[in-house]
């Protein structure tokens, strides 16, 4: 157990959606990290952020974003869902430079 | 972050040592080696990082060569729940994203 929580455990959305995934940073930790692993391949980072500013983002369009709150929690907002949004979404929280996973929101987009 | 190449899958025998390799000939001075694994659908599990001398945990050993450029890891005694993709990286510095390649399929046979 890494202390980071995650949800929903599961969604089914449509194309078009918008989604709202949660993630709860193991205690202390102020930053997190977003990744997208899609079915068979390794996980792919999305953006980070430290003490509520976005901290350096992955090859992902504008309709993917973020917010960190002041208590270090987080969420992930995706707009107008696609087909190929499909995936496990895994929050990762760090104090210093170890990342520790939480155990993802698996995303059905049809 | 600096490449790294591991080999696609191992089997090893319930009981005996689990050797991972892992070249990183790119690695620079201040570059850390991370090792995660990720259980079937599960959020990826941080198991060990070193940067030249050789660590020890309660889940692994890391062996880092003296030149820095490949290291393994080392799980001492596998179990069935061993079982799982090994993934080696080399965060950049300051640990903004993690870079998650094809990793090792480790297989445990009973």
């Known amino acids: 157990e890494t202390g980071v929580t995650q949800s929903p455990t599961h969604l089914i959305k449509t194309r078009g959606q918008q989604v709202t995934l949660r993630c709860s940073s193991q205690s202390g930790h102020n930053t997190v990290s977003w990744y997208q692993q899609a079915l068979g391949q390794g996980p792919q980072f999305i953006f980070q952020y430290y003490r509520e500013e976005e901290n350096g983002r992955g090859n992902f369009p504008p309709r993917f974003s973020g917010l960190q709150f002041p208590n270090y929690s987080s969420e992930l907002n995706v707009n107008a869902l696609e087909l190929d949004d499909s995936a496990l979404y895994l929050c990762?929280?760090?104090?210093?430079?170890?990342?520790?996973f939480g155990p993802g929101t698996r995303l059905l987009v049809l | 972050d600096a490449k790294t190449t591991q080999p696609p899958s191992m089997d090893c025998a319930e009981g005996r040592a689990a050797n991972l390799p892992c070249n990183h000939s790119?690695?620079?001075?201040?570059?850390?080696v991370y090792w995660y694994r990720q259980i079937h659908s599960q959020g990826p599990q941080y198991i060990i990082h070193?940067?030249?001398n050789n660590e020890t945990n309660e889940m692994a050993s890391l062996i880092i060569t003296e030149d820095r450029k490949s290291s393994t890891l080392i799980l001492p005694h596998a179990t069935l729940r061993d079982t799982a993709v090994y993934y080696c990286?080399?965060?950049?510095?300051?640990?903004?994203?993690?870079?998650f390649g094809t990793g090792t399929r480790l297989t445990i046979i009973p």
């Open positions: 990286i080399i965060p950049n510095f300051g640990n903004e994203k993690l870079t």
């Open positions: 990762a929280s760090s104090l210093q430079e170890t990342q520790y």
């Open positions: 790119t690695i620079s001075g201040n570059e850390y």
């Open positions: 070193g940067l030249k």
